[in-house]
């Protein structure tokens, strides 16, 4: 089972993003990697270390099923994503594979903060840290494309 079209397209955005302003900002870091981690900091200053932590492991064996390469991939107490360069940048693997394996984690990731939050908290959160072109609606660009 996939994640709903509307929060794969909104993790693609923040990771579009998160690329576009890594080649200023942080080049070596990988976009995945630091899409998370902003999300981890907004969620643990809302809901504290205990339930990111919990709500990340669980998105994490959600995405493995889509994406078994994140086996290598560990959550840490704190909350820390661990082992996520093992997956983005394996010898066998091209770059669109890797930014679909973040697309994957991402997206379980804020799949679960929608279930568990609702649609206009998880999106106020995510206005937090992100500017609005980055995070605009998906569901209305899915609507004009289908």
């Not at 089972?1 to 900002?25: F, K, Q, S």
């Not at 394996?90 to 890797?98: F, G, I, K, S, V």
């Not at 804020?110 to 206009?120: A, P, Q, V």
Request: proline content about 3%.
């Amino acid at each position: 089972m996939t994640a709903a079209p509307e929060m794969r397209c909104l993790a693609h955005r923040l990771l579009t993003y998160e690329v576009d302003l890594g080649t200023i900002a942080a080049p070596s870091e990988s976009a995945t990697l630091r899409v998370y981690e902003k999300l981890r900091q907004g969620l643990v200053e809302f809901a504290g270390v205990a339930a990111f932590q919990s709500l990340a492991s669980r998105a994490l064996t959600i995405a493995r099923t889509e994406a078994p390469s994140l086996s290598a991939a560990r959550v840490a107490a704190d909350g820390t994503l661990q082992g996520l360069g093992e997956v983005e940048h394996p010898m066998d693997m091209d770059t669109d594979q890797a930014g679909e394996v973040g697309v994957i984690l991402i997206a379980r990731l804020l799949c679960l903060l929608n279930i568990f939050l609702g649609e206009s908290l998880t999106l106020g959160l995510l206005r937090v840290t992100w500017p609005r072109e980055a995070i605009e609606d998906c569901n209305s660009e899915n609507e004009r494309t289908t």
